[in-house]
């Protein structure tokens, strides 16, 4: 068993980079042939997905702008819905296809807000890629067009996702041990 030790935590090696690849060719696949001729734009969500989205865009076989945006964090609340603050966008959102790469959907908060402000903005159509999905945590309504993988409701790290900063660089994803 492989493992990782991070600030005193134990994670235990349970999804290969192998295995998340053939997952993101996946998705590529059909965001290739319904993205065709929609010239999107797709949104990064920094820090976490920037290792799965320099694998999805390069496998994406259309042409499309990339930028990359910051989201504060939200403080608690969810009952106002100005929890959350988009930092760094600077393309216009009114009328284009909005494509959002996103390395997690949990609680789904975050992109419940986050799809309602760029609808907001005006996007023309939006779409939600995501890289793992947590079924059991979801609590909003949430959209998520493309989904490479679903998995357990347990806090994993790697391939772009931190434990307070530390473990994007893993190339696998490990798994916090009990
Ligand atoms: P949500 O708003 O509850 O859906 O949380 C989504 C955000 O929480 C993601 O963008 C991640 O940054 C973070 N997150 C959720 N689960 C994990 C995990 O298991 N590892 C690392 N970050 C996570
Ligand atoms: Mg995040």
Do not use: C, W
């Amino acid at each position: 068993m492989k493992t990782v030790t991070i600030k005193g935590r134990r994670f235990r090696l349970t999804l290969p980079e192998s295995e998340i690849l053939q997952a993101v060719d996946r998705i590529a696949g059909r965001m290739s042939e319904e993205l065709a001729d929609k010239n999107p734009l797709f949104l990064a969500i920094l820090n976490g997905s920037f290792v799965f989205a320099a694998d999805l865009l390069r496998r994406i076989d259309v042409a499309g702008q990339v930028s990359f945006i910051r989201l504060s964090s939200y403080s608690g609340t969810d009952s106002s819905g100005d929890v959350l603050k988009v930092i760094g966008l600077t393309e216009q959102v009114n009328g284009r296809n909005v494509v959002v790469i996103e390395d997690m959907i949990d609680s789904g908060l975050t992109m419940n807000r986050l799809t309602a402000h760029l609808s907001a903005l005006g996007a023309a159509d939006l779409k939600v890629a995501v890289l793992f999905m947590k079924p059991e945590a979801l609590r909003y309504d949430v959209k998520a067009d493309y989904v490479a993988l679903s998995i357990p409701n347990d806090f994993v790290v790697g391939y772009g996702l931190d434990y307070d900063g530390y473990g994007r660089n893993l190339r696998d994803i490990y798994t916090l041990m009990p």
